[in-house]
């Protein structure tokens, strides 16, 4: 049996089937829902209120909801099995699009893109030079770009009749040595590439203008994929659950990154079917999904994925929405945990060829690790986890209207809320700020322990610890509070960032281990991701995230990815840096190595 | 209005527009109706029995049909105006499945395919050695064929399932240096290619085993094409007509070729997803609608195509029924009328490697002359038309049941009929006896006229004299007749055979004039098509259509082109020598010649 729900916003009317989990019906129509537990009833996210209905509330739900959500008719639709028609109003919907800042602007990167503008003007034919159209055009090509070229059958279909209405004249537009287009005599259209990076959770865009070398609309967008789990692992456990599943991350994608063409397209008021090219880099699950792999051998060790070469395919292959012929080139992965992003990062930074130690860390979903010597660049992938990110936090959010993006804790609690409104939960550089500052007060402990009032011995907590407040045994610091609802940072969110915390630390100091070099020897230390927009790098030394490196060597370069995507994009001789980049970095798999444990555990904790 | 009418055979059901033509309405949903000239009422060819409905007849039907025909409800299509329901019946199909006759019997060739079979056993994935698996299988492929290897990305989409179940052991089956299938380790699975012929009238393929280099399996069928025109020229007015028609023929020619491709693999008990390559031939009009390009220009002076290189495409991209991945090599055409075809004949019979003199014909719906020297090989192609295959004749038509097939005039008239039943018509072979032996016994003089009794002076004719009379002016000789019908001979047919016959003798001069070579330098005349399949040596010569060559001269080679297509899928050093062909071959337009009028008006008289 079906029944009629209205889903506000955006006030559509479904036939879900009764008896079926609200969760996944709302997932399986589109309907983006943040669940990055996958429906276990831990994250708490998918809340949802009801009307119309009068649908009793589950033990799980009375247990996690407050008085006041449960008046309210709010539920968790992981645990409402549909029933009776009626409206479901989900929470307000803010995606987040703050800008991927860019590290590429001090730098001049020559122009010598894969897409190339070339005029032509045949000899006209005759009796005596009766060359076919397609020998007549490529043998006049052929000559400008010094090799052969080819085309595709749908250009052949249309080449005779355009040669002959342009009187055997035109522009034509080639991406390497394929001629995907033809203009008329004289056209100034664009030639447009965009440079794509692919997060867990973001999506990010970068159009240029290929004729001019000029960047000129980037963008971001929340990835679709999120609706079936926050992280790599969550989604590759997804993909195997039913057949149709892959397909589905692959369609949910391509759906995001189309929306997000569409959209730089029209605020630089260009034509999407003038972008001939894209480069895409990203983690190599995202890379898998982007090109419907199979991704499952990625999570389980040793840790294979299916492809980490670089592809080169046509858009239409993957239903990207560029030019109909346009072509698309996935940057190579060096392995299963440090993909074609790590890749863009080594080339942006130029870390393959420093002279000098430098070190580069890049905090998505993940976190990579990377030390470059002048014998090369050795790389680690860490289990970071999203917590950076404000994942798998009780009241973890990302970085939107109502989340607190700042504190500091003397002489008195002070925080900035995005959006100056009344604060909903923390986002990641918030929840750094927050454990940095709590661990500076003695609030907490070296272990990582939420101290009670009792037992805090410094003087710099001063009013905070009354904060602290122990709730079912489990310790709690309340940073808000007010008769509608509570922000609070718990023991186990503490834990959570730990792990993350030591994970990473342990990737350092492992990869200085392996190339023998000291903190004192490394020269530079880079800092690309979240960190770049979100982290403050005092507090990274604070919290013992990095070695004690003095501040003036340590230096945000943004969204690297993006950058090296650019790079490869506008220049081929860089793309080519990138293949050598994957071939000869050495990748350390942290998880083979029988030191791994104890440098884990001692980097758990807090402090350097 | 739509109309309900029923066709017989198949005796399907069919809603026509009431208004309409009904051959071109029969032909739009897809039956198979044989009308060479268009629709214009002249070719006599697209009778069809109504009933149900009383349709008077036209005045052109009144005027071309026989009495029993117009008492028998018989009608021309072409001149029927659908009016009300009824019932249609087609006249009795039978389609020519004479099988191509191949010269390459006595040659051995060398297997060397594109189409290859590797085995491969891959160490297993570890921490310490975690390529990724197409990066694991494709080092192992390029150690083994020596260069690089790619796939695509719906093979790299099960790779992974595939290695883990085959325990990273297989075959894997590479086109070129792309790998198209994967097979389980010890797997004997087939390696099959096809070799394509798509002449005008008639579609020809051999099946081959690429394993072994044996020709499994031949066959032909109708080119279905041949419901929108007998010739290429009429093809490619249809193409122009409306908007779909180019996609219609192309669909057409496709459909033809799968169901050819269905029989081949039936008869051999092969699976067509075995088939990994293709490798096509044809004429470029052929080839043009294969491919789906305009073949308008190559209609008009100066008879451009769109493509006469060769081209390799995935067979998807035509639909053309092999394995999913597997490929299709379209060898290069020389000029917009000495097509692949002719590519394939010289290849076959060796000419670009001649050292003496050698002449070869091709006679299929349009006839190609080659002459190669050791300074190369001169092409020429010439306006045959379809008279030698029984196009434009009254009673001309195809060799099937109740065709005359040969004649003999003394000392008196003998044929032989397909089948064994009463003649209906003529086919190409029994047309050139038939002149042959009019001309001989000098009822037909030099110039091909029918003389009546009176004028007849040889004394060869006999009582054959007594079958010519003149019939509202026009001149007949009267092969069959009794009461219900009767098979003749007019002027006009033989009108069409000296167009054709002066086309090719005059493209044979011509090159001999261009090459400085008299018919005495000639060691070797090779005839190809239907020359190898029907037509008599002797009569050749007796007709003028080649100069007098000693008969131990002339060699028959059959479906040349075939053979051509044979060579180029069992060894890719024959395919290279194709393009050196096709680059080096000098053709001479002849309608761009000066002497092209008088040299063939000259050659228009019988005789040598």
New interface residues.
């Given amino acids: 049996m079906k029944v009629n729900v209205r889903i506000i916003p955006p006030d559509r009317e479904l036939k879900l089937k009764a008896g079926d989990n609200l969760r996944s019906a709302l997932i399986e129509t589109g309907i983006p829902l943040d669940s990055p537990c996958g429906g276990q009833g831990t994250c708490l996210k998918c809340k949802v209120q009801l009307s119309g209905v009068s649908q009793k509330h589950t033990e799980l739900e009375l247990e996690k909801l407050s008085r006041e959500e449960l008046d309210g008719g709010w539920h968790l639709a992981c645990q409402v099995k549909i029933e009776a028609a009626g409206e479901v109003r989900l929470p307000e919907v803010e995606i987040s699009r703050a800008k991927a800042s860019f590290g590429l602007l001090g730098e001049e990167i020559a122009l010598q893109p894969n897409v190339r503008g070339i005029s032509f003007k045949l000899s006209r034919?005759?009796?005596?030079d009766?060359?076919?159209?397609?020998?007549r055009l490529?043998a006049y090509l052929e000559k400008q770009i010094e090799g052969p070229v080819s085309t595709e059958?749908s250009l052949?279909?249309?080449?005779?009749?355009r040669l002959?209405e342009w009187h055997f004249s035109g522009e034509a537009v080639a991406v390497g040595s394929e001629v995907v287009a033809l203009d008329p005599p004289g056209s100034t259209g664009d030639r447009l590439g965009v440079a794509i990076d692919i997060g867990t959770t973001t999506l990010a865009a970068g159009l240029v203008d290929l004729g001019t070398g000029r960047v000129i609309a980037i963008d971001a967008e929340l990835n679709p994929q999120i609706a079936f789990g926050a992280d790599v692992v969550s989604r590759i456990m997804y993909a195997q659950e039913a057949p149709g599943n892959r397909t589905k991350l692959q369609r949910e994608l391509v759906r995001g990154l189309n929306q997000l063409l569409v959209r730089l397209c029209r605020s630089a008021r260009r034509e999407k079917d003038r972008i001939f090219e894209a480069t895409v880099v990203g983690n190599?699950t995202m890379l898998h999904t982007l090109?419907?792999?199979?991704a499952?051998?990625i999570a389980l060790?040793?840790?294979?994925?299916?492809?980490?070469?670089s592809l080169d395919?046509p858009a239409r292959?993957l239903d990207l929405q560029i030019h109909p012929r346009g072509k698309v080139h996935v940057l190579p992965?060096i392995?299963?945990f440090v993909g074609a992003d790590t890749v863009a990062v080594i080339l942006a930074a130029k870390l393959h060829r420093t002279r000098t130690p430098k070190l580069a860390i890049d905090i998505g979903t993940n976190g990579e690790v990377m030390l470059a010597t002048r014998k090369g660049v050795l790389t680690a992938s860490t289990a970071a986890g999203p917590a950076f990110e404000g994942g798998r936090i009780k009241y973890g959010m990302r970085a939107v209207r109502g989340a607190i993006s700042s504190f500091q804790a003397a002489p008195e609690l002070n925080y900035s809320v995005i959006g100056g409104v009344a604060p909903k939960g923390i986002c990641g550089s918030g929840l750094i700020d927050l454990v940095a500052e709590l661990y500076w007060t003695g609030i907490l402990d070296q272990k990582g322990r939420i101290l009670l009032p009792a037992e805090i011995s410094s003087r710099r907590a001063g009013k905070l610890a009354s904060r602290v407040r122990a709730r079912k045994q489990a310790r709690e610091f309340v940073i808000f509070s007010d008769e509608k609802r509570e922000v609070v940072l718990t023991q186990q969110d503490v834990r959570e960032l730990q792990l993350a915390k030591g994970a990473i630390r342990a990737g350092v100091e492992l990869l200085m281990k392996e190339a023998g070099v000291t903190s004192g020897d490394i020269q530079e230390v880079l800092l690309a991701g979240v960190f770049g927009n979100y982290i403050n790098r005092e507090r990274a030394v604070t919290l013992g995230l990095i070695p004690p490196f003095p501040l003036e060597k340590i230096h945000f370069i943004g969204n690297g990815a993006m950058d090296g995507a650019l790079k490869a994009l506008l220049n081929l001789e860089e793309r080519r840096q990138a293949e050598k980049i994957a071939a000869e970095a050495h990748?350390i798999?942290l998880?083979?190595r029988p030191d791994f444990e104890a440098t884990f555990l001692r980097c758990l904790s807090f402090g350097n």
Same sequence: chains 1, 2.
């Fill in positions: 034919p005759s009796l005596s009766q060359r076919a159209d397609w020998n490529a059958l052949l279909r249309e080449l005779s009749a002959r190599t090109l419907g792999l199979e499952r051998n060790a040793p840790y294979i994925g299916g492809l980490n070469q395919l292959e992965s392995a299963s990748h798999e998880s083979g």
